[in-house]
């Protein structure tokens, strides 16, 4: 029992630290992108940027996402900042647990189902 309890507390533990290293996305809804020129444009201010590990840019859904590096920090005033200098309008902004890898592959599943 004693050895179960103690299993248990080491799992615990070891869970604990790996959602505190979740990844931490910002996912934002731009305005004004049309074409392939304005995804550019934006995915290179974005990746400029020291606390990014990658942009992920759909024109479609209008949504520019930033996946932070570990340990990292954007400001959301910063983003949108970026987002308006480049020309664009921001309405809205998030954070979100998802990799820009998974955020990806969400909309591409959503566009092959239609």
Do not use: H, W
Not at 9 to 26: E, R
Not at 82 to 88: E, Q, V
């Amino acid at each position: 029992m004693n050895k179960l309890l103690l299993t248990l507390l080491v799992s615990l533990t070891l869970l604990s630290n790996v959602a505190l290293a979740a990844t931490q996305t910002i996912k934002a809804n731009v305005n004004g992108m049309v074409c392939a020129f304005c995804a550019q444009g934006i995915a290179k201010k974005m990746r400029a940027q020291p606390q990014t590990q990658d942009v992920y840019v759909n024109l479609k859904q209008r949504i520019v996402a930033v996946e932070l590096k570990e340990g990292q920090s954007l400001p959301n005033e910063t983003v949108k900042s970026l987002i308006k200098d480049a020309g664009y309008d921001l309405t809205s902004i998030e954070m979100s647990e998802l990799s820009v890898a998974q955020i990806k592959a969400q909309f591409e599943t959503k566009q092959e189902a239609k």
